[in-house]
């Protein structure tokens, strides 16, 4: 849905009053223009310190048989007019949190680079433990909503790690000493509310991706059929299986939802070496 909301600035207030406060339900908020279907956005995950958080990260990824892998960690985000309620209320703060402790047991850095989309996809600055705790406010809010396209943000993703350097090419300075650049995956955490109006470009678009050492994990949130992200975790064409898709409302604990982001991760891992991806 194309839809434009408030001023920025009475956002941006709005999301001060909530910061501090644990990650309530979205029907605890004032109503704003995009409210109509904010029932179907209550989930509940509370706030904590990313440290407390990296227990349970660490015992996700030992269950999963991580421990020791490391990855980049790509977060992108919807900034559809429907989800405003979920940014306005902390929630999208909150799972980003989440990411941020993934990236932390993952990425060398700690930081996971960030995207954001609509009917068009944005860049933004990475986010670390540093910049975590204003991150939307400061970064995101001041983009305009929008409609729901997936492979404009999916395509810039895949031009920048399919070399699986990160630097959109082939690893050009190993290149000229002889030697072969080691490839690192690409672990997308891609956060949406609803289907897209863009769907043969997307599927074109993973379909491309699956030659290349990037795992995609799509996160639904809210009550929507999600229809077109279930078709993508099992859709045909593709060199090995490189999405997995699952949704969640209402309350998930915070073990719950890692290993719901780790579901299918250990498996492409290996596929993709078997496949000579990396």
Request: proline share 4%; aromatic share 10%.
């Amino acid at each position: 849905c194309c839809l434009k909301g408030a001023p920025v600035a009475p956002r941006r207030a709005r999301l001060r009053r909530q910061e501090g406060r644990a990650c309530g339900a979205v029907k605890n908020l004032v109503s704003s223009p995009h409210s109509a279907h904010s029932e179907d956005l209550m989930i509940n995950l509370v706030k904590r310190p990313v440290i407390d958080l990296q227990k349970d990260v660490q015992v996700a990824v030992k269950a999963a048989n991580l421990y020791g892998q490391k990855a980049r960690v790509v977060f992108v985000i919807d900034k559809s007019g429907s989800m405003e309620e979920v940014y306005l209320n902390g929630q999208v703060q909150c799972v980003m949190d989440r990411a941020v402790s993934m990236a932390l047991e993952f990425d060398d850095d700690g930081k996971a680079e960030v995207y954001a989309f609509h009917n068009r996809a944005f860049a933004l600055r990475e986010v670390g433990v540093q910049n975590l705790s204003t991150y939307i406010r400061d970064e995101v809010l001041s983009i305009p909503w929008g409609g729901t396209e997936y492979a404009p943000v999916m395509q810039k993703i895949v031009e920048k790690y399919k070399s699986g350097t990160g630097d959109g090419g082939g690893g050009m300075l190993s290149g000229l000493f002889g030697k072969k650049p080691q490839k690192m995956p690409t672990y997308v955490i891609f956060v949406t509310d609803g289907d897209n109006s863009d769907h043969a470009e997307a599927e074109r678009v993973i379909r491309e991706a699956s030659g290349y050492p990037i795992f995609w994990k799509f996160v639904g949130i809210g009550r929507a059929a999600f229809t077109f992200l279930k078709r993508l975790d099992t859709m045909a064409g593709r060199k090995v299986d490189n999405a997995n898709f699952f949704a969640f409302f209402g309350s998930i604990p915070d073990g719950e939802l890692y290993n719901g982001l780790l579901e299918e991760y250990p498996k492409w891992l290996k596929d993709a070496k078997a496949a000579s991806i990396l």
